[in-house]
C-alpha cells in the first residue's frame, strides 16, 4: 500500500501526534470492530449481522460503499488509505471516534456511526450534505484538535469524504441491522433492502435541503446591526448559555451531545467559531441549531422577525472579534467543572461582570 504524501503544516502535526502515540501507523485490522449493540446479541445473531455487514459495506481491507453496485475501486482504496493514515488514530479504524488518540481530546473526535455531524448547510435533525463534510475537512474545526486537509489535492479530499460517508453508512446500517435481530429475533432477507434505502434516503434527501436566508444578507453590518444584535441576544434565549457576555460562563451552560459525552456553548469571544466564521456561516447556526448538541434552531421562534437573525449574526461576529481589537474581557472566575466531571461551579462569579465593549 502507497502511503500518501504529508501536506502541510496541520498534517504534520497530527502524524507527529499518531506517531508518539502509537509508534506506527495502525495496520489494517482483518474486520471492522462491532458496535456495543451488536456484541449484546446472540451469537448466531451476531455473526448473522457481521455477515450482512461484510457482503454490504466489505472489511477495512476490502471495503464497500453501501447501496452502490459497481464503486470506483481505485478512489475506495485511496479513501481508505488516505483515511488511515490522517484520521484513524482519532476517529477509529471503523469511525467510531476511539482512535488511540481519542481519549487526549477535547471535545472528542467524531463517532460516524451515529450518522449525526454538527456543522450542516441543513435543518436541524437532517443530515449534512457532502459538500458540508467537504467543507469540515478543508477548513477543520477551530478551536478543536480537527485540522484543515486544504493543502491535500482536491481528489484526496474527496476520496476522504467518500470514505468518511462509507463508515457513516456502514455505522447506521449496523444499527439498524441491530434493531432488527433485537426484536425480530431474526433478520430475513427481504428485509435488508429496506434497511438500506432507510440508511441512505435521508442522505439523499439532505441534498435538496440546504438552508437558505429568509431575507437577503445586508451588503455590510453597521452599529444599529450590532446593537439590535445585542438586544436580541439578551432577550431571546442565546444568553442563557453564552452568558451575557459571549464566554458561556453560566449555571446553565453543560450538558451532554448525542455520543454521550459533556458539552458547553461556545466562549463566542475566542473567536474560534467552530462552525465558520462567515456570516452563512453563523446564520446557519442560529436558524437551525447544531446537531447533537443542546443548541437549539431559532428558525421558528424568528419566523417572523427575519432581520433579528442578521443582526444576531452582526453581533457575534462583533463579539467574536472583541479580543483581536485589543477589548480583554474581565478575568474569569474559577471553574472546577472538567468534560468528565459533568460539572459547573461558578460560585465565585464576579456579580456584575462587564460584557463586551458596546457599540
Known amino acids: 500500500m502507497s502511503r500518501p504524501s504529508i ?116 435543518p436541524y435533525g437532517a443530515k449534512p450534505r457532502r459538500a458540508d463534510l467537504l467543507r469540515t475537512i478543508t477548513r477543520g474545526v477551530p478551536g478543536t484538535s480537527m485540522p484543515s486537509f486544504r493543502l491535500l489535492p482536491e481528489r484526496d479530499r474527496e476520496a476522504l469524504v467518500d470514505y468518511v460517508l462509507l463508515l457513516t453508512h456502514r455505522g447506521e446500517f449496523e444499527t439498524q441491522l441491530a434493531m432488527e435481530a433485537e426484536f425480530e429475533e431474526e433478520i430475513a432477507a427481504d428485509v435488508v433492502p429496506e434497511l438500506i434505502d432507510r440508511v441512505l434516503g435521508p442522505w439523499r434527501a439532505a441534498e435538496s435541503q440546504e438552508v437558505h436566508p429568509l431575507t437577503p444578507q445586508p451588503p455590510e453590518f453597521t452599529w444599529q446591526d450590532i446593537a439590535a444584535g445585542k438586544k436580541a441576544f439578551l432577550t ?65 421562534a424568528l419566523q417572523n422577525e427575519p432581520d433579528t437573525i442578521w443582526h444576531l449574526v452582526a453581533y457575534v461576529l462583533y463579539v467574536s472579534d472583541v479580543r483581536r481589537r485589543g477589548v480583554l474581557p474581565p478575568a474569569a472566575p474559577f471553574r472546577r467543572d472538567t468534560p468528565e466531571s459533568g460539572k459547573l461551579d461558578l460560585a465565585s462569579t464576579p456579580s456584575g461582570a462587564a460584557t463586551p465593549d458596546s457599540p
Open 236 to 300: 431571546k434565549g442565546c444568553a442563557k448559555c453564552h452568558g451575557e457576555d459571549g464566554r458561556g460562563l453560566t449555571a446553565e451552560n453543560i450538558g451532554k451531545d448525542a455520543w454521550g459525552f459533556a458539552t458547553k456553548a461556545a466562549d463566542l469571544t475566542s473567536g474560534l467559531l467552530h462552525g465558520g466564521n462567515q456570516p452563512i456561516d453563523i446564520y446557519r447556526r442560529i436558524v437551525s441549531g447544531i446537531n447533537g448538541t443542546p443548541m437549539p434552531g431559532f428558525r421558528n
Open 7 to 122: 501536506a502541510g503544516p496541520c498534517a504534520v502535526a497530527i502524524t507527529f501526534l499518531a506517531v508518539a502515540l502509537t509508534g506506527c501507523q495502525q495496520e489494517l485490522p482483518d474486520h471492522f470492530a462491532s458496535s456495543s449493540q451488536v456484541e449484546k446479541l446472540p451469537a448466531e445473531l451476531r455473526e448473522q449481522v457481521v455477515r450482512i455487514l461484510e457482503e454490504h459495506c466489505g472489511t477495512p481491507r476490502a471495503p464497500r460503499p453501501l447501496g452502490i453496485e459497481n464503486p470506483d475501486e481505485r478512489h475506495v482504496l485511496r479513501g481508505r488509505d488516505l483515511y488511515q493514515f490522517y484520521c484513524a488514530q482519532c476517529h477509529g479504524v471503523s469511525g467510531d471516534g476511539a482512535g488511540p488518540a481519542a481519549a487526549y481530546m477535547y471535545p472528542r473526535p467524531r463517532d460516524y456511526r451515529k450518522g449525526i455531524f454538527k456543522f450542516t448547510s441543513t
